[in-house]
């Protein structure tokens, strides 16, 4: 059974930095593109963050760009996301989600894990 | 980037009837759409992929159709568990969704 689990979310000052983190079991990691997706409280989905199998390759939207990193480890089957210079828009649920072998779709979901940026 | 606009922004539908939701791009996104359903405190799932193509262990009363910049997604016996919000999403050019769909039972 696929598997995502995220954690490391919580309630984070203006300007200060989170990592978060997601545990993936039930198939073989390496093989996957993966990504984040948030989602503000009562809002819809925004696409934040893309890697490759490898991890060579990252992608972002210009709303995180410069300020949000991704990466991954294939031997510990976990995807990360560095969040730098949190703003108060950052405030949402992020989720880990893995990417069809075809196609940019999403076909697992994590739980989500929220994160609150808030003086 | 492109623009993802859903119809309507909610509706409500008796069981079995038929609902469809529909799904505008800002330029052609050459069947690149995919639809999911997002329930209550729950991740959202997969629906539909490619616009047309039904997700692994998705009822066959959902269906997708479209083309260029226009796509629906028809629920073609509404069920009580078809309660929830839908989103479509764009994979042609980075990702982008749409505002969503809230879908409830009459």
């Known amino acids: 059974e696929v598997q995502l689990v995220e954690s490391g979310g919580g309630l984070v000052q203006p300007g200060r930095s989170l990592k978060l983190s997601c545990a993936a079991s039930?198939?073989?990691?390496?093989?996957?593109?993966m990504a984040w997706v948030r989602q503000a409280p009562k809002k819809g989905l925004e696409w934040v963050a893309t890697?490759?199998?490898?991890?060579?390759?990252?992608y972002y939207p210009d709303s995180v760009k410069g300020r949000f990193t991704i990466s991954r480890d294939n031997a510990k089957s976990s995807l990360y996301l560095q969040m730098n210079s949190l703003k108060s828009e950052d405030t949402a649920t992020y989720y880990c989600?893995?990417?069809?072998?075809?196609?940019?779709?999403?076909?697992?979901w994590g739980q989500g894990v929220m994160v609150t940026v808030s003086s | 980037d492109i623009q993802m606009t859903q119809s309507p922004a909610s509706l409500s539908a008796s069981l079995g009837e038929t609902v469809t939701i529909q799904c505008q791009a800002s330029?052609?996104?050459?069947?690149?759409l995919a639809w999911y359903q997002q329930k209550p405190g729950k991740s959202p799932q997969l629906l539909i992929y490619?616009?047309?193509s039904l997700q692994d262990g998705v009822p066959s009363r959902f269906s997708g159709s479209g083309s260029g910049t226009q796509y629906s997604l028809k629920i073609s016996s509404m069920q009580t568990e078809d309660e929830g919000v839908y989103f479509c999403?764009?994979?042609?050019?980075?990702?982008?969704f749409g505002s969503g769909t809230k879908l409830e039972i009459k």
């Open positions: 989600a893995r990417q069809r072998l075809t196609g940019v779709y999403f076909d697992y």
């Open positions: 039930g198939f073989t990691f390496s093989n996957y593109y």
């Open positions: 890697i490759s199998t490898s991890g060579s390759r990252t």
């Open positions: 330029e052609d996104i050459y069947s690149g």
């Open positions: 490619g616009a047309s």
């Open positions: 999403q764009q994979g042609l050019k980075y990702l982008t």
